[in-house]
Every structure is written in C-alpha cells, then in structure tokens.
C-alpha cells in the first residue's frame, strides 16, 4: 500500500507565504499525477493544481500566479508553494497522487490526511 503524509499548513497573515509538501512512501515506482485540492467549510472540494511526470501543470484559475507545484520525483514528494495569500484561500489542503505501484498494472488513486490553510486578514 502507499501512504501520503502531507505537512506545511498552519495558520498565516493575509499576503503571507506557506509550503505544503506531501510525501508519499511504500512500494511505488513512480507517480503519475501528483495533484493538490482543498475543501473551505460549506463548500465542494476544487482541484487546485496538478503536475504530471513529464512536467506539465494546470491549475485553478484563481491561483494562477500565486502557487506553484512541483515535484521530487526521487523523494516521490510533492509541493504546493503558495505566495500573496488570501482569506478566501482558507481550506483544508489535500493532496491526490496517482501512483504506479510494484505488482500492479494499472496506477491507484492515494490521499493524503489534509492540512489545514488559514489566512487570516
């Protein structure tokens, strides 16, 4: 099985800068997708960005400019490093990979537990 361990949310001042990081571990050969969502109280969960392991990435239009993923692609660890923060990004912050797994044809889907994103104005 894979287990995603995500750490980086906490608590920050509107403008301010965190980094969430999602580390993935057991018997992986590689991770297909590597994505971040996040879900505010009362409201659906959103894809927020994704990043393939050919490098390409989208994400959601209101964060354009302001977060970055990336990925270790050797550590099989992800990065969300978000910059000029707003209230209205206050979520939980997930992370989703789509891993290739020894024994297995096809990829599993794997989250992470969630951290927590506030920003306070």
């Known amino acids: 099985q894979v287990q995603l361990v995500e750490s980086g949310g906490g608590l920050v001042q509107a403008g301010g800068s965190l980094r969430l990081s999602c580390a993935a571990s057991g018997s992986i050969i590689s991770i297909t997708v590597m994505r971040w969502y996040r879900q505010a109280p009362g409201k659906q969960r959103e894809l927020v960005a994704a990043?393939?392991?050919?490098?390409?990435?989208n994400y959601l239009d209101s964060v354009k400019g302001r977060f970055t993923i990336s990925r270790d692609n050797a550590k099989n660890t992800g990065y969300l490093q978000m910059i000029s923060l707003k209230p209205e990004d206050t979520a939980i912050y997930y992370c989703n990979a789509e891993v290739a797994m020894v024994g297995f044809l096809t990829t599993h889907s794997y989250w992470g537990q969630g951290t927590q994103v506030t920003v306070s104005s």
């Open positions: 990043m393939s392991n050919g490098g390409n990435t």
